[in-house]
């Protein structure tokens, strides 16, 4: 059975740092582009940052460029998300999500999410 | 304010057919690339429910449709039942903040 599992949330300082995980399995983890997005306490989804499976190639939401950077040990089957200089507007469930690749990316396999809350 | 617009809630009765619209613009719908679509139950993860404008992956069934013309597309639901009362995503890929998108969402509600 393929599955995404998170962990690394927590409370954080604002200004302080957090690193996300996502352990993959039941599939091929390194032959997939991967992905992060998250949700905000009542509100939708926003993408935050994709990686790509052959060269790695990354690219970040306008909102976290700068401060977040994703990505992932093909040889653990892992993808990261490492998050600095935290604001309270980063609250949030991050999933991690594995893509597929049409003419546009989609997400055809969540995780659970995990929380992360930015606060004093 | 999402790139990509959707009502904030639709409602219907059992039974009914209803439809979620998912309003784009040239640099994302309208430029041509995807749309796909989410269910998100409370306190969940999302699932994909739609791929490639009106692909349903295996195990969803065929009440669920989608379409896409122009600078829009469309979730349609047949034979509503009461556990089809979920959250509902659009998503698609914009060229002028070269992101993958998101709607705001639109809550279902079973009467």
């Known amino acids: 059975e393929m599955q995404l599992l998170e962990s690394g949330g927590g409370l954080v300082q604002p200004g302080g740092s957090l690193r996300l995980s996502c352990a993959a399995s039941?599939?091929?983890?390194?032959?997939?582009?991967m992905t992060w997005v998250r949700q905000a306490p009542g509100k939708g989804l926003e993408w935050v940052s994709g990686i790509r499976d052959f060269d790695s190639h990354t690219n970040y939401a306008d909102s976290v460029k700068g401060r977040f950077t994703i990505s992932r040990d093909n040889s653990k089957d892992t993808l990261f998300l490492d998050m600095n200089s935290l604001r309270a507007e980063d609250t949030a469930v991050y999933y991690c999500?594995?893509?597929?690749?049409?003419?546009?990316?989609?997400?055809?396999?969540w995780g659970r999410g995990t929380l992360v809350t930015v606060s004093s | 304010q999402s790139v990509l617009t959707q009502p904030p809630s639709v409602s219907g009765a059992p039974g009914q057919r209803v439809t979620i619209s998912c309003t784009g613009s040239?640099?994302?719908?309208?430029?041509?690339?995807?749309v796909h679509w989410y269910r998100q139950f409370p306190g969940t993860a999302p699932k994909l429910l739609i791929s490639?404008?009106?692909k349903r992956p295996s195990g969803v069934p065929d009440r669920f449709s989608g379409s896409k013309s122009g600078t829009s597309a469309s979730l349609a639901i047949t034979g509503l039942q009461v556990d089809d009362e979920a959250e509902y995503y659009c998503?698609?890929?914009?060229?002028?903040?070269?992101?993958?998108?998101f709607g705001g969402g639109t809550k279902l509600t079973v009467l």
């Open positions: 998503q698609s890929y914009d060229s002028s903040v070269t992101a993958w998108v």
């Open positions: 999500a594995k893509v597929t690749v049409a003419l546009t990316w989609y997400f055809d396999l």
């Open positions: 490639v404008n009106s």
């Open positions: 040239r640099s994302n719908i309208g430029a041509g690339y995807d």
């Open positions: 039941g599939f091929t983890f390194s032959s997939y582009p």
